[in-house]
């Protein structure tokens, strides 16, 4: 059983930022796994995508990194069982529906 302790907002601590690295399940595995190599052919795009969420998806800081990777916002590689791809769209439909920092919708505090 994992018991994850509540942390500060990753911006407020700047030592506990990067603290979860430690717990991480892909600490153990080849970082090219969760990275996109050049000319890499959409099949082996998706089947090394697809294993690198697996990873993810055992992982016991798997929403620290997430948030990391949204915060940052980091362009490349699977970050929290999220591909570059998906934070992107993720992304852009928060702006759209106003509910990402520094959008202009409801949730930036208009009426």
Do not use: N, Y
Request: charged share 30%.
């Amino acid at each position: 059983m994992h018991v994850l302790i509540p942390l500060a907002p990753l911006d407020e601590d700047p030592v506990r930022r990067h603290e979860w690295h430690e717990q991480a399940a892909c600490r153990d595995h080849d970082t090219d796994l969760f990275f996109d190599p050049a000319h890499e052919r959409h099949s082996d795009r998706v089947r090394r995508e697809q294993a690198a969420k697996k990873i993810c998806a055992t992982c016991p800081v798997q929403a620290e990194c997430l948030r990391f990777a949204e915060s940052t916002p980091e362009r490349f590689g699977v970050w929290g069982g999220t591909t570059q791809r998906e934070r992107a769209t993720h992304r852009r439909r928060g702006r759209r529906a106003g509910t990402l920092p520094g959008s202009r919708g409801p949730a930036a505090g208009r009426p």
